[in-house]
């Protein structure tokens, strides 16, 4: 019963983690307008555009 609990809960999490860093590959958050920050090679796959 606690294994079983772990899983969901662990499945969960990652669903969670996945859609913040889906949201983060695809937002520019830069306060400054004039410099964008190189984003790291391993956000692509959560990008919506390839």
């Known amino acids: ?16 983690l996945d859609s913040f860093l889906s949201m983060d590959a695809n937002s520019a958050s830069c306060c400054i307008s004039s410099y964008q920050p ?11 555009t390839k």
């Open 1 to 16: 019963m606690k294994n079983n609990l772990t899983k969901k809960s662990s499945k969960r999490t990652a669903k969670v």
């Open 38 to 48: 190189k984003a790291p090679k391993e956000l692509e796959r959560y990008r919506k």
